[in-house]
């Protein structure tokens, strides 16, 4: 069957306005016509969408599936549409990048507003996300770019290095013992209770810091972002394992990051798709950035 990108887009202004009346109202179209689109697009899927009370529409379990995918079959015609008419006249349209929470967060605003001087009529969407996310847009096409941590899949992404580095080591409460110490060794944390990221590869190599497989760990918790984190190991349900960066960008009282002894040091790289086809604003995005940081050895050109 075919689907019209329009009525994706109804069948989402309907899953979020909850009945037909108020979707009409806000796609400016009549009742009768919608309902009748939405009937026509459960009868061509051949299942139910919504749960009918009362005038009231609630998303079906085939309607949550079905509502992610045209969430992002419409956000890529959006973004094709964008793209096309950027092309024209003076340099805009919206560039679109992912970033991990650490010390990254701050760079990227200042690479920012130095392209901004240059293309004041480009426009950003900003997404905070850990690795298997922005991994997985960027994979979807629904991003441009995306800055990761190292390691990230060479055969899969082109990227550039970035000048920032991080520190790993472990966020406790200022009044434990180990708060005393100006470096943890892995000895130290050893069958301690352990919240870290959710990264399988993360995970592998912290299971190698600590000499122990990965189903001994301790892991009381894991996250996809440091924030909650941190305010788990304010309540002393665990340390957190992560990188300096993640503790630094949102100061908390009552904790402190100390650094692994021997160190253990991490790279960012800004990453995209291979053979990807780039809008104009995001083509020379990355020219920017590469001449910005051209000293950077080891950088994988387009």
Known sequence: MELDIRVLKYFLAVANAGNITQAAKDLHITQPTLSRQIMDLERNLGCELFIRKHKQLT???????????????????????????????????????????????????????????????????????????????????????????????????????????????????????????????????????????RRTIVIEEIAKWLGIAEDKLNIVASHNLPTNGLLLVKQGIGILICVEGAVSIRPMTGICFRPFQPERITGHVLAWKKNHAFSAATAKFLDFVQIKYDYLAGSQSR
């Open 59 to 197: 998303l079906s379990d085939s309607g949550f599936l079905f509502q992610q995918r045209a969430k992002e079959i419409a956000q890529l015609a959006d973004k094709a549409c964008r793209e096309i008419s950027e092309q024209q006249g003076q340099l805009g349209g919206t560039i679109s990048i992912a970033c991990v929470e650490s010390i990254a967060s701050t760079l990227l605003p200042q690479i920012m507003a130095d392209f901004s001087k240059e293309y004041p009529a480009v426009k950003y969407e900003l997404y905070s996300a850990d690795g298997n996310d922005i991994r997985e847009k960027i994979d979807r096409g629904s991003i441009d770019l995306g800055i990761l941590l190292e390691p990230i899949e060479v055969a899969k992404y082109n990227f550039l290095r970035l000048p920032c580095y991080e520190k790993w080591g472990i966020v406790i409460p200022e009044d434990s013992p180990l708060a005393a110490k100006t470096a943890i060794t892995t000895q130290d944390i050893q069958g301690l209770p352990i919240i870290i990221p």
